[in-house]
Nanobody
Framework: QVQLVESGGGLVQAGGSLSLSCAAS????????MGWYRQAPGKQRELVAQ???????IYADSVKGRFTLSSINAENTVSLQMNILKSEDTAVYYC?????????????????WGQGTQVTVSS
């Protein structure tokens, strides 16, 4: 079974920094893309940032210039460096990935979600 394990959430002061990590494990053939979504209370879940296996990235306008998503490394792990955090960044952050799993002769592609990690920015 493929799993996404998140780490790095917590409480920070406005203007501070925080780094989130997401590691995919299991019977993985390839991680086609990986990124982060977030959902604040009473709001829809929104894309924060994502990256493909060949290095293409996209960012939400609200975080562009403040957040940086790393490449997918050899351990199938992605890090999101969040700088100049604002109270508006407070949300549950969910790792998301599209992963090919199984074997080369019998493979499947699925979207996976992490359990979510709370990021709270005080102000």
């Amino acid at each position: 079974q493929v799993q996404l394990v998140e780490s790095g959430g917590g409480l920070v002061q406005a203007g501070g920094s925080l780094s989130l990590s997401c590691a995919a494990s299991g019977s993985i053939l390839s991680v086609e893309d990986m990124g982060w979504y977030r959902q604040a209370p009473g709001k829809q879940r929104e894309l924060v940032a994502q990256i493909t296996s060949d290095g293409r990235t996209i960012y939400a306008d609200s975080v562009k210039g403040r957040f940086t998503l790393s490449s997918i490394n050899a351990e199938n792990t992605v890090s999101l460096q969040m700088n100049i955090l604002k109270s508006e960044d407070t949300a549950v952050y969910y790792c998301n990935a599209y992963i090919l799993s199984g074997t080369t002769s019998l493979k499947r592609g699925d979207i996976y979600w992490g359990q979510g990690t709370q990021v709270t920015v005080s102000s």
